[in-house]
Every structure is written in C-alpha cells, then in structure tokens.
C-alpha cells in the first residue's frame, strides 16, 4: 500500500482530536499488518470508494472510548448506548471526511459511507485487500488504533473505473 494513502489520515486524526477534545495525539507507530485482526472494544469501520476503495477502521479500547464520550457529552453513560457509538463513529467520520478531502487535493477523489460501528470485543474480521497499515495513536485520553486498508481501483486512470454519465433527456421518465 502506497504511504500517499495513509499520510493523509494522519494530520486529520491530530486536527480533530485536537479540536473536538482538547487533547494531543501523537503516532506512536505505524506498521504493516495482515488483512485479518480482532476489534477493540468499539470499532467504527467506513468503506471508502472511487479512485481508492477499501475500508479504514478506528479502534477504541474501552478507557479510550470512555473519555471520549466523557468529554464530550459531559456525562456518563452506557458505553454501548445510541449515544456513545453516534459520537464515537462521528469522530470517525470526521476525521475519514477530512482525510478524503487530503486526498482529493492529490488526485484522488473518493467517497465515504456512514460509520458502521462494531461493539463486541475480539470480533474477528478479514478484509478484501492483503494488508492494511494500522497506525497507533497516543493521548492523555489514551490510543487510538487506525487500520488503514485502500487501493487503487483497476481501470480508473482509462475512465474505466467511473460511472457512465446519461443526458439528462434519458434520465428523465418518458410520459
């Protein structure tokens, strides 16, 4: 995997941590792992599409996740809740959505899609691409586990990999 597609989840990690917490987070490594792995105890996973496919995946042990929804709904409640995982998986979000932008800016435009959130511990998951870079974070509020896996989608460069565009005479429902 190219490290054109995982430097731009770092800045936007730190930015938003920074940002919506008030808090530090610094990479404290980074390194390439199998395409097979257990979640934390809270995970929120996006699927990312167009000239990138593939997935990232934000992995919050508990006592991370604990804080975070501390902080930031000012109370505490059940780990599980709506609540805690919308929040949770809209940091995700937040920080996928500003990596995109990153990416869009070096020519590769993508989507996202909605958090999927994944709460039992030690889920076992196997990704579609052979490696993934997992990069863990660092703060007072404790890590940050951020699974990178994309690649390029085949034909993209030829137009192959785009949508065909219809007139919008033929889009429009004959009377």
């Known amino acids: 995997m190219k490290q054109e597609y ?16 008030g808090q530090p987070l610094n990479v404290e490594s980074a390194e ?11 995970t929120a996973a996006i699927g990312v599409s ?65 958090p999927i959130m994944i709460v039992p511990v030690g889920s076992l998951i196997t990704t579609v691409v052979g490696q993934q870079i997992l990069v863990t974070f660092g703060s007072p509020m404790g890590a940050l586990k951020v699974r990178v896996s994309l690649f390029e989608t085949p034909g993209w460069e030829s137009g192959a990999g785009l949508p065909r565009q219809q007139p919008v005479q033929e889009a429009l429902p004959r009377a």
């Open 6 to 21: 995982i430097n731009p989840f770092l800045s936007p990690a730190k930015l938003v941590w920074q940002r919506e917490l």
């Open 32 to 42: 390439g792992t199998s395409h097979r792995f257990t979640t934390e105890d809270i």
């Open 50 to 114: 167009g000239r990138l496919q593939g997935s990232v995946l934000y992995g919050f042990p508990a006592g991370t996740a604990r804080a975070i929804i501390d902080k930031l709904l000012g109370r505490r409640v059940d780990l599980e809740s709506e609540m805690a995982l919308s929040a949770l998986g809209e940091i995700a979000n937040v920080i996928t959505g500003n990596a995109v932008t990153e990416l869009a800016v070096n020519g590769y435009l993508c989507d996202i899609s909605p």
